[in-house]
């Protein structure tokens, strides 16, 4: 089996955009991550800011038709998942290329040419990474590292009904603070050739 | 990281013994699947037959202190659980190995030697599979699949408090059905000798 397409769904702080962009860099293919929110904006209407801002989060309750009384409405959050979903299918159509994040793993699930990963870490190593590699100021990285696994996993389960973490939706899952940035670039990289 | 034991949880049918076999066979040490049954019937005092009818299975509810009146009883589970948690911990303080099923990757987590692995296929791989290598006959293989999962899952929430299909509880989480076993053991191997 040989694979056009890298889904990497990844937990906040596990590196797994880092092990994105190395793998597609040794594949010599693209890699989209932030430039996706570029794409959905151009597609959606809505601004970049406003994409980023809202970037993988579900709707608020007072945005679902049983508080706005109107069953036919559709959440500025659906629009974006509507282009979201358009833009990473052409991209999966397109050309060999990694997705990071955006539930690419589940958009595309039913294409056998996708190989479909989570990457994953304890709180405390991927604590460590935000401070240390992206430099976040917060008193609290595991309350932070906390607040965004549980908006992501939301987010997840809105939109696709299954759970983030579950090991069935995926091809392989890895857990980047034991086994290291590198050697899962390693797996990635040898299971795409060969 | 080297690792001295690999710990496979595994899906029924998804070929997590064989992965654990051909590992084993690689790596030149010893591969404990159904030889537990044996080692957990000689330090329980049950019998092989008994502690093999009642393999991964949870207590029911009538075995509970609720319905025995009794808040301080054990049920005949809790004592193989009791032993079978002794017997793993001391075959992987003893020497290398691999060990599959049995809730392992639970009782060793906090050894950082351990590998913890889970195995995982779609439900018509595994059906396939336990037709035509396990050689079971049954009109629904897709039920039995389906039931033998439920028990497992019951069986391991009860005792570990954790969801079995939780990539969070593992090291790496390999769909079989998808990736095939040979690559699934070549994976495993790679990362145990390096």
Redo the contacts between chains.
């Keep these: 089996?040989t694979y056009r397409v890298v889904a990497i769904s990844r937990e906040f702080g596990s590196g797994g955009r880092t092990i994105g962009q190395k793998l597609a860099e040794r594949l010599n293919i693209k890699c989209y991550d932030s430039e996706l929110i570029q794409k959905i904006a151009e597609e959606s209407g809505f601004s970049k800011d406003y994409v980023k801002k809202e970037d993988e989060n579900k709707p608020s309750y007072w945005q679902t038709p049983f508080f706005t009384y109107n069953y036919k409405a559709t959440s500025n959050q659906d629009v974006i998942w509507a282009s979201q979903e358009k833009i990473i299918k052409d991209l999966a159509k397109d050309q060999p290329c990694v997705i990071v994040g955006r539930c690419a793993e589940y958009i595309l699930r039913d294409d056998p040419k996708v190989l479909k990963v989570?990457i994953?870490a304890?709180e405390e190593k991927r604590a460590q990474r935000i401070v240390n590699v992206y430099g976040e100021k917060t008193d609290s990285p595991e309350k932070r590292i906390r607040d965004k696994d549980k908006q992501r996993r939301a987010y997840h389960a809105y939109y696709t009904e299954t759970?983030w973490?579950?090991?069935?939706n995926?091809?392989?899952?890895?857990?980047s603070g034991?086994?290291?940035i590198d050697?899962c670039v390693n797996?990635l990289h040898?299971?795409y050739k060969f």
Tied chains: 1, 2.
């Design positions: 089996m989570f994953h304890d759970d973490a579950d090991a069935e995926y091809d392989i899952c890895l857990d034991r086994l290291g050697k797996i040898d299971l």
